[in-house]
């Protein structure tokens, strides 16, 4: 085999390489939650949620009480209605690559 066509092979291998370790690598990223708003409120009430990895989420919870419904917008923010009997507490985004947590509590 020739240099050139070894050259290109070895070329178009790192190129496919390389692409399916990008698609793997955005398959598996981990969801996070930035903030979300408002900060209180009753069941009822939509809140949004933002961060980043969202696309795909399989179930939100406030501090574990299952979202009444929830809706993914974008891989950055998902807007969820407080369940009946929801408590104070953390939100949480369970996606296939993991389950993000807020920092700070949401108050009912």
Same mark, same amino acid.
């Given at each position: 085999? @020739?240099?050139? #066509?070894? !050259?290109?092979? *070895?070329? $178009?291998? $790192?190129?496919?390489?390389?692409? =399916?370790?990008?698609?793997?690598?955005?398959?598996?990223?981990?969801?996070? &939650?930035?903030?979300?708003?408002?900060?209180?409120?009753?069941? *009822?009430?939509? =809140?949004? &949620?933002?961060?980043? @990895?969202?696309?795909?989420?399989?179930? =939100?919870?406030?501090? *574990?009480?299952?979202?009444?419904?929830?809706?993914?917008?974008?891989?950055?923010? &998902?807007?969820?209605?407080?369940?009946?009997?929801?408590?104070? *507490?953390? #939100?949480? =985004?369970?996606?296939?690559?993991?389950?993000? !947590?807020?920092?700070?509590?949401?108050?009912?």
């Amino acid at each position: 085999m @020739n240099t050139h #066509i070894r !050259t290109v092979l *070895g070329a $178009l291998a $790192l190129t496919v390489a390389l692409a =399916v370790s990008a698609s793997a690598f955005a398959a598996t990223a981990t969801p996070t &939650i930035t903030s979300f708003a408002p900060l209180t409120a009753k069941a *009822g009430v939509t =809140v949004t &949620i933002t961060g980043k @990895n969202l696309k795909g989420a399989s179930a =939100v919870d406030f501090d *574990g009480m299952k979202a009444t419904s929830f809706k993914v917008a974008s891989a950055t923010k &998902i807007t969820a209605m407080v369940p009946t009997k929801a408590k104070s *507490g953390k #939100i949480t =985004v369970t996606t296939k690559s993991g389950t993000a !947590t807020s920092s700070s509590s949401f108050k009912v």
